[in-house]
């Protein structure tokens, strides 16, 4: 074992600050990763003031995470050291079940690793993530970074980036689509982004007027005010798909009235109660609302694949980690643009 720098909280109410960790051996399939950039997910915030109920202290966030290989084990052939690679939120799954078996493990029926707050199966208690200097994964969990694009802005597409990549690609959303991105955060953002390399005519929904004219720099065709209810009412039965990212449990109804027959929306956001649903307005319409969580490891590769293509990164504030509690309270003010990513060399620089 090695013991490494990281920042983690202790409990529910606390400011991250500077902890040290534990890091396994290398192992047979694993590769050590120096990490150099770490985006600054609003599950990190949700999972460091247990939001969910199922925390585990002291949290190590971050699984958004950019490094280079340090060293592999024996058996790895896949990845050589020096190596620019991600890691995205898992970094274990049985790989045996059937979602496994089919490219699915963020659905594994043992349970996926996290990345942080999951069970750490070598050295037992919970994984930390990637707000440290050094990180031990399985090789199998381990990303391929296409060398055309920029590192510290790539961080954000292994969270924010598959989780909006994955539901538009189920979804089939193609040319021409009328598609819908509630929410214009980190995830929001790349959800604009990937309906827009996707081909669709993208409108981005929005309870901030302000955000429009960046929302048309991403790529968004259109600018629709969720508080409008004139302009909602203009829209009304016309989207193809809704990607829905609001972080918070609301009224899902407003959206709903925007679906065309038989079409979807999906909710990646609001890991929580959702207010009273009307039956009417799923009936009328045959209408549809579905969930997506993250994306399987081939899915998420296919997605980076996809981003060296098409050139897509995330729009990116660089910060010093001992930044990150301001830097919280502004993700929850909505006041990024549009994601946070930590320049690991600040924790490295540190005393
Ligand atoms: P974020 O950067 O805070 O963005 C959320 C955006 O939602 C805000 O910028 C705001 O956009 C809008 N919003 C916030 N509160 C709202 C409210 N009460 N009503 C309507 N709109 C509201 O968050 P994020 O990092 O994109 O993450 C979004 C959520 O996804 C988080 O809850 C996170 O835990 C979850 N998540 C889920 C998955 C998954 O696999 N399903 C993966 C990663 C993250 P406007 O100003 O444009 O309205
Ligand atoms: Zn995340
Ligand atoms: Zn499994």
């Excluded at 707050?117 to 050295?123: E, I, S, T």
Aim: with cysteine; glycine share 10%; proline share 4%.
């Amino acid at each position: 074992m090695s013991e490494v720098k990281a920042y983690g909280a202790a409990d529910p109410k606390a400011d991250l600050k500077q902890i040290n960790i534990e890091r396994r051996e290398v192992k047979p399939r694993d590769v050590k990763i120096k990490i150099t950039y770490c985006g600054v997910c609003h599950s990190d915030i949700h999972t460091v003031r247990n939001d969910w109920g199922n925390s585990k202290y002291p949290v190590v966030p971050g699984h958004e995470i950019i490094g280079e290989v340090l060293e592999v084990g024996s058996e790895v052939s896949n990845f050589k050291v020096g190596q620019t690679v991600g890691v995205g939120c898992m970094v274990d799954s049985c790989r045996e079940c059937e979602p496994c078996k089919h490219d699915l493990e963020q659905f594994c029926e043992e349970g996926m690793v996290g990345t942080y707050n999951g069970k750490d199966k070598h050295l037992g208690g919970h994984t930390f993530g990637g707000y440290s200097e050094e990180i031990i994964v399985d090789h199998y969990y381990v990303l391929s970074v296409p060398d055309n694009l920029d590192t510290k802005a790539v961080a954000p597409l292994l969270c924010a980036g598959i989780t909006t990549f994955s539901p538009l690609n189920h979804w089939k959303v193609s040319k021409g689509d009328k598609v819908g991105v509630i929410g214009l955060g980190g995830l929001g953002h790349m959800g604009i982004k990937f309906a827009h390399a996707m081909g669709a005519h993208v409108v981005m929904i929005t309870t901030s007027p302000e955000k429009a004219e960046d929302a048309k720099r991403l790529g968004a065709d259109e600018v629709l005010i969720s508080k409008d209810k004139d302009a909602m009412k203009k829209h009304q039965g016309s989207f193809d798909f809704l990607l829905n990212t609001v972080p918070v449990g609301h009224d899902i109804n407003p959206y709903l009235q925007l679906l065309k027959i038989d079409s979807t929306m999906c909710m990646v956001g609001a890991i929580e109660p959702l207010p009273d649903v009307h039956g009417g307005n799923l009936i009328m319409g045959r209408k549809n609302v579905a969930g997506s969580l993250i994306g399987g490891i081939k899915e998420t590769q296919e997605m980076l694949d996809f981003c060296g293509k098409h050139d897509v990164v995330s729009d990116i504030e660089l910060i010093d980690i001992n930044t990150i509690n301001e830097a919280y309270e502004r993700v929850v003010d909505g006041d990024v643009k549009y994601r946070f990513v930590i320049d690991m060399e600040s924790l490295r620089n540190a005393n």
